[in-house]
């Protein structure tokens, strides 16, 4: 697995990045080496977070926590992932036919979700607007996400509010 290690408002110390390397090598067995990993810590005043990304075959598992110490953070965001592995292991073994997480058999057993149940279906016009009037339109109606067609590039995209009180932008690529 690839590791990349990123700091914002702050530089993570190599002692964090063996950490990172040594509990992301629990990851190994479900994913080979060909899949990526982008560990993020962010120094707050009273906390540290930590994000952790793994891309693999055009899948994305993605953890963030939050703790006093970067490391402890580190150690909840993995523990996590896990979790989000195991507890999907059958909808991914139909997704990866068995190849991609080969040892997702031998992971011990996690009650499993067998079906999606979708209680509202909703459809929206996707007029043109600017990422900023999707913002205002989508804190006016009080959701967590909007979707919209960018006036810009003429796509559609979906605007979100993020947990540290700041905005995504979800663009499609092709």
């Keep these: 697995m690839n590791i990349t290690v990123v700091g914002r408002k ?3 110390r190599d002692s964090f990045k063996e950490r ?3 509990k992301l090598a629990k990851l190994d067995k479900f994913f080979g080496d060909e899949a990526n990993a982008k560990v993020t810590a962010t120094v707050e005043k009273k906390y540290q977070t930590v994000e952790v990304t793994v891309e693999n075959s055009g899948m994305f598992f993605r953890a963030q926590a939050k703790a006093e110490n970067m490391n402890d953070a580190l150690d909840q965001c993995v523990d996590l992932l896990i979790r989000q592995i195991r507890k999907n292991r059958t909808k991914l073994e ?3 036919r068995g190849g991609a997480i080969p040892d997702l058999e031998a ?3 996690i009650e ?3 079906q999606y149940d ?3 279906t909703k459809v929206i016009p996707l007029k043109p607007q600017s990422v900023e009037e999707a913002i205002l339109q989508m804190n006016m109606l009080g959701h967590q996400f909007y979707m919209f067609r960018n ?3 003429g796509n559609v995209a979906l ?3 993020r947990e540290d009180g700041g905005y995504g932008l979800i663009v499609p690529q092709e």
Excluded: H, L, N
Aim: with cysteine; proline share 4%.
């Design 10 to 12: 702050c530089t993570p």
């Design 20 to 22: 990172a390397d040594k």
């Design 94 to 96: 139909k997704r990866f």
């Design 107 to 109: 992971a011990e057993e």
């Design 112 to 114: 499993e979700e067998t």
């Design 118 to 120: 979708v209680v509202r």
């Design 151 to 153: 006036a810009a590039d």
């Design 159 to 161: 605007v979100y509010s």
